[in-house]
């Protein structure tokens, strides 16, 4: 590995953790995706016009990699369309307008034999209630798909086989999250003890391990003293430098077992560790004990057009205007939306998208925090290659995509990118480098499906 970063002051910070997560009412409208980044569509249950209650299935999860969609609020659905969703990929979406009362779908009376279940059961429960895995490379796939092993968190749709669920040796939990000023997971961790300690069992029963690794930022006394109040699981509390992108999962597992993922397409099963987010582990218990739904999503507002910076759970499909609203509008006008974070987030045209279950973050910049791009041509400076924690060689990189030479790109290892960004933050050209790698990777994408057509 090569060296980390010590990224990065914000002018804006993260919310204050002394604060509760904030509970959004349900919109007028959600736009819901059909599918996740890295998912395939299920088979589709709702015609337009029909009318549809909160929790109701709008897919059916029928494939290895397919995970049910629900709808968030009751209502009509108005349209299914094709729109692009955050990463810029068409996708097919759901428009439920808002109509009669409203109810959260509150799930089946508590079930307290769930973890007595199988684990095939276990699986398939989580799969009909449409829990997704923890963002390893950029997106998500199901949770279900990760614990029977099918390795499609690889962005290049690879496989790399079956493997039994008994492959799964260590349970990492993390209760942070990897980029700055998002706190969603740790936010989470300040809720009811009672329930943290029965997500943690439920995940674990789940993975089919007697003990979970809780990975808290180091210098977070708060956070040990929580975990360590937990009986209902046996808990190691296992704490991490998260100094940005030291919290990505595969620099996690080199921190806390000093083991490597195999290049250049390791997924952390390969070294028996499935690592998992305490927003999930929540999305778990929620299926087995309550057979309750995905449909609400915990989101980090900040930005300089926001007035502080909150935690806010959101319905599944809630435009970015609504949430706009919510707050009473901007501060000031934004030059840049972004979902997800300041460095791996997606810059958006506009608030008409729906928060999707990928989103952790809305960001939303003035004019004074995004300079206007003065892209210069490349120095050699190897700055670049200094900070990569991927040990790849950026600067080649960007050069291979940048001049269409996208299988030369592949062969350096282009897939291994984890997209932290920081190869670009630091270039003193100002060359959008990972710009340059996403595109590469969609268009070696586009190579290998032609290639396996032949
Ligand atoms: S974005 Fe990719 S290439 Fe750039 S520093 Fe991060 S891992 Fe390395
Ligand atoms: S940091 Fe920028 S200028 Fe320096 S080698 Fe990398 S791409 Fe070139």
Redo the contacts with the bound molecule.
């Keep these: 590995m090569s060296g980390s970063l010590k990224l990065f002051s914000l002018p804006w910070g993260a919310p204050s953790l002394k604060e509760s997560i904030i509970s959004m009412s349900s919109p007028e409208k959600v736009l819901i995706p059909l599918r996740s980044s890295l998912c395939t569509t299920g088979e589709l249950l709702i015609s337009e016009g029909d009318v549809v209650t909160a929790g109701q299935p709008l897919t059916r999860a029928d494939g290895i990699n397919a995970v049910a969609v629900h709808a968030s609020i009751a209502g009509k659905v108005k349209r299914i369309f094709l729109q692009k969703d955050i990463q810029g990929e068409d996708i097919s979406f759901v428009e439920i307008e808002r109509e009669g009362k409203q109810e959260d779908f509150k799930g089946a009376s508590g079930n307290q034999d769930c973890l007595k279940m199988s684990q095939d059961e276990m699986v398939q429960r989580i799969t009909d209630c449409g829990v997704m895995g923890a963002r390893f490379r950029p997106g998500c796939v199901p949770l279900g798909t990760k614990i029977k092993g099918a390795g499609c968190e690889d962005t290049h749709g690879q496989q790399e086989g079956m493997k039994s669920v008994s492959a799964i040796q260590k349970l990492v939990v993390t209760v942070f999250d990897p980029e700055p000023p998002i706190t969603i997971n740790r936010a989470l961790l300040n809720g009811d003890r009672d329930r943290l300690g029965k997500a943690l069992a439920a995940l674990a029963a789940l993975a089919g391990v007697g003990q979970v690794h809780v990975a808290y930022p180091e210098d977070d006394s708060e956070a040990r003293g929580i975990l360590s109040s937990i009986s209902s699981v046996r808990v190691v509390p296992s704490p991490v430098d998260i100094s940005y992108?030291n919290g990505s999962v595969r620099l996690i597992i080199k921190q806390l077992f000093n083991e490597e993922l195999p290049m250049p397409d390791g997924v952390p099963l390969d070294c028996g560790i499935m690592v998992e987010t305490l927003e999930n582990a929540f999305g778990v218990l929620d299926a087995l004990e309550n057979k309750k739904p995905v449909t609400q999503k915990v989101i980090t507002i900040a930005g300089s057009c926001f007035a502080k910076s909150v935690n806010i759970q959101v319905y599944i499909g809630t435009p970015l205007s609504d949430i706009v609203d919510y707050f009473g509008g901007f501060k000031e006008e934004p030059k840049k939306i972004i979902l997800g974070g300041p460095m791996r987030g997606f810059a958006q045209v506009g608030l008409d998208i729906g928060i999707t279950k990928e989103v952790d973050a809305f960001i939303a910049l003035s004019g004074k925090d995004v300079t206007p791009a003065d892209i210069k041509p490349c120095i050699n400076c190897g700055e670049?290659i200094n900070?990569?924690?991927?040990g790849?060689l950026?600067n080649m990189?960007y050069l291979c995509c940048e001049n269409q030479y996208i299988e030369d790109a592949g062969q350096n290892n282009l897939g291994v990118?984890?997209?932290?960004?920081?190869?670009?933050y630091v270039c003193p050209s100002d060359i959008p480098?990972?710009h340059y790698?996403r595109y590469g990777k969609k268009a070696l994408k586009v190579l290998e499906e032609a290639e396996n057509e032949e």
């Design positions: 992108p670049c900070v990569c924690p991927m790849l950026p990189l990118c984890m997209e932290c960004g920081s190869c670009g480098i990972l790698i």
